[in-house]
């Protein structure tokens, strides 16, 4: 049995059910999870780890809803950087396919890394290309290295270009070997226990790259091993365009048919979405995960996050992959997300006339995330709740001035690099370096392997 001490935090962001955020706060955790929250006065004098947060502020773990740990192979490639999703794809696909495990595990860890640093303690990741031997085995393997808490998809890709699909042949795999890999990582990793580091998630790639066929069989699976289900949906005009030519009705209709729409079911991206739409993702549960920086890079849109934050939708938040991207800050995706709402108070006449404030922007990466995930144990510091968190120091650079508001000034202010970043009462990083893995030793590995994929 091993306790955790954090103390005597210039700000504690709790994020709990009466989202107190205590000065001079701490909390007192035992084999990862929290016992105790509140004035450091009032908290145990000691424990077998103690972390003095004085100077810090002190939030909870965010959660990254969606992801491609393996783009981070792809980063800002030529032939990607100006094009709509469609053209970006099939300029990847290619370069994708040659992927090997070796080069899965450092991109797994350089992209965990870099969100562990920017204070992301969960990770959802969708991985749905596998080739050349390539299993989620591998980013599992490399999530447990470095330390943070993980939901890794056996995702798929079954429709291809001579199907009318939009993937190359070469990038699809056969629908009964999908479904029995599905099977085989579930009964191997899921762990459905409060507090469990590592939980698998079923996910298709998109309505253009798999069959109706595989849509259902994968539901049907989810539901009877008691596990999620993820897609992407809704991203782009095209893809509306295609679903409608293909099956004769928009994406959300097509998913709703194959049993899609339900609560534990979420969607990335979902911009081009009606009011109908919002309203059925309310009543049914379904969540959203949004990725503003991915939907302005790749041109895609605006998701509508203040209407479903109004309407009640549950919705996290993701980086989307290192190549729509080309970074994986979460804190500074938070702060995008803020923005981008307001842009579209000048853009939308039909948006919703609220300010979404820091604060706003903060539960969705937090506790917001949590509920997408169906997690109740993760995306708040309080009782019963993992001790996954991350600390800022107020007195950088990029504060000074701002400190009338430390809680706002995370957001408003430029995106930094944590100070520390725990999971599960476990240190990922100190003084703003990763400490469970050495970085410079992968991070060149992952250079060379990036390389290697280009010849
Ligand atoms: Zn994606």
């Given at each position: 049995m091993s306790t955790l001490l954090v103390r005597n935090a210039a700000m504690l962001v709790t994020m709990d059910d009466a989202r107190r955020e205590i000065a001079g706060g701490g909390f007192f955790a035992r084999d990862g999870l929290i016992v105790a929250v509140g004035d450091t006065a009032t908290l145990p004098a000691t424990a077998d780890d103690v972390l003095d947060a004085s100077g810090q502020i002190v939030l909870p773990g965010l959660v990254n809803c969606h992801h491609h740990l393996d783009q981070a192979l792809t980063r800002n490639l030529p032939a990607g950087q100006n094009a709509e999703l469609f053209d970006w794809l099939t300029a990847h696909y290619k370069v994708w396919v040659k992927r090997t495990p070796p080069a899965s595990r450092t991109a797994t860890l350089v992209g965990l890394a870099e969100l562990a640093l920017s204070g992301c303690t969960t990770v959802f990741d969708h991985a749905y290309l596998f080739q050349?031997?390539?299993?989620v085995d591998d980013q599992i393997a490399a999530a447990a290295e470095i330390g943070v808490r993980f939901m890794a998809s056996r995702g798929s890709m079954s429709r291809g270009q001579s199907q009318?699909?939009?993937?190359?042949?070469?990038?699809v795999e056969d629908e009964d070997a999908i479904l029995a890999d599905c099977q085989r990582v579930i009964g191997r990793y899921h762990d459905a226990s409060h507090g469990a580091m590592l939980q698998i998630v079923l996910a298709p790639c998109a309505p253009f790259s798999v069959t109706d066929r595989l849509l259902r069989d994968t539901a049907a699976m989810a539901r009877s091993a008691g596990v999620r289900l993820h897609t992407h949906l809704c991203e782009t005009t095209d893809e509306e365009v295609y679903t409608l030519a293909q099956f004769g009705m928009r994406p959300v209709d097509y998913m709703a048919e194959l049993g899609w729409v339900d609560n534990d079911v979420w969607f990335a991206?979902?911009?081009?979405?009606n009011d109908a739409e919002i309203g059925l993702f309310a009543r049914t549960g379904t969540g959203v995960c949004h990725c503003p920086t991915s939907n302005m890079r790749l041109a895609s849109g605006i998701a509508p996050l203040q209407k479903y934050l109004q309407a009640g939708v549950r919705v996290g938040l993701g980086v989307d992959g290192s190549a729509s991207n080309d970074g994986g800050h979460l804190l500074a995706e938070a702060r995008q997300a803020m923005l981008l709402a307001r842009l579209n108070l000048a853009v939308d006449p039909d948006a919703p006339r609220v300010w979404t404030a820091a604060r706003d922007v903060l539960e969705v990466a937090t506790r917001g995330g949590a509920a997408v995930l169906g997690r109740e144990d993760i995306g708040a510091l309080q009782t019963g709740r993992c001790a996954d968190f991350f600390t800022l120091d107020l007195d950088a650079i990029g504060y000074a001035g701002g400190l009338s508001d430390p809680v706002a000034a995370v957001v408003f202010c430029a995106p930094r690099t944590v100070k520390h970043c725990w999971v599960h009462g476990r240190p990922v990083v100190t003084d703003g370096r990763i400490v469970t893995i050495d970085m410079a030793t992968v991070v060149a590995e992952h250079n060379r392997h990036a390389a290697t994929l280009l010849i």
């Open positions: 050349n031997g390539c299993r009318g699909g939009l993937p190359p042949d070469n990038c991206h979902a911009v081009k979405v």
